[in-house]
């Protein structure tokens, strides 16, 4: 690869980890283009990117960013999940493939939100429900405190109305 080549190379890398800078990386060896390219379908369908990197252009993309910690783990055959919002989604997608592939997609470990993590780690955050499902659960526990008072509320409402029947049927009886 010429110098320009690989400045350029660098530079499209730089941009990439600014735009999304939660990262996880894994092992790819012994996997076919085929299976490279199912993975990676998988990952856009998260909502990230999958990019097979050479780890000495990726560490000088990283070198100034916070995730630089991340090039210890840049040994061997290396691609990148670059994520999107929703880091738990894109984990889970190299999790599930790894689980497919064992011995051949290794995740090496990780950078999400300010923190490194290792490949058990990144285990652990796919375990983490998806975004939506989590904004899902906590509207409901908000919900669920409102819709028991307007509840409460109803049950007053119709129980006074009952009374209230009832004491105009008594006055209605007494007037006749």
Same mark, same amino acid.
Do not use: W
């Given at each position: 690869?010429?110098?320009?080549?690989?400045?350029?190379?660098?530079?499209?890398?730089?941009?990439?980890?600014?735009?999304?800078?939660?990262?996880?990386?894994?092992?790819?060896?012994?996997?076919?283009?085929?299976?490279?390219?199912?993975?990676?379908?998988?990952?856009?369908?998260?909502?990230?990117?999958?990019?097979?990197?050479?780890?000495?252009?990726?560490?000088?993309?990283?070198?100034?960013?916070?995730?630089?910690?991340?090039?210890?783990?840049?040994?061997?055959?290396? +691609?990148?999940?670059?994520?999107?919002?929703?880091?738990?989604? /894109?984990?889970? %997608? *190299? !999790? @599930?493939?790894?689980?497919?592939?064992?011995?051949?997609?290794?995740?090496?470990?990780?950078?999400?939100?300010?923190?490194?993590?290792?490949?058990?780690?990144?285990?652990?955050?796919?375990?983490?429900?998806?975004?939506?499902?989590?904004?899902?659960?906590?509207?409901?526990?908000?919900?669920?405190?409102?819709?028991?008072?307007?509840? +409460?509320?109803?049950?007053?409402?119709?129980?006074?109305?009952? /009374?209230?029947? %009832? *004491? !105009? @049927?008594?006055?209605?009886?007494?007037?006749?």
């Amino acid at each position: 690869m010429a110098t320009e080549a690989k400045e350029q190379a660098v530079a499209a890398l730089k941009e990439l980890v600014a735009r999304r800078p939660s990262i996880i990386l894994n092992d790819y060896r012994g996997l076919t283009v085929g299976q490279i390219s199912d993975l990676r379908r998988r990952v856009i369908a998260a909502g990230g990117e999958y990019h097979v990197v050479k780890n000495r252009l990726f560490a000088r993309a990283l070198a100034e960013s916070p995730a630089a910690e991340v090039t210890a783990l840049l040994t061997g055959p290396t +691609a990148v999940a670059f994520c999107g919002d929703d880091s738990p989604s /894109v984990a889970k %997608a *190299l !999790v @599930e493939f790894g689980r497919e592939f064992e011995p051949l997609c290794v995740i090496k470990g990780g950078f999400v939100d300010g923190t490194f993590l290792d490949g058990e780690a990144c285990k652990v955050l796919a375990a983490i429900p998806p975004r939506p499902m989590l904004l899902g659960e906590l509207v409901g526990s908000l919900e669920y405190p409102v819709s028991a008072l307007a509840q +409460a509320l109803e049950l007053i409402v119709a129980e006074l109305s009952l /009374v209230l029947d %009832a *004491l !105009v @049927e008594k006055r209605s009886a007494e007037a006749a």
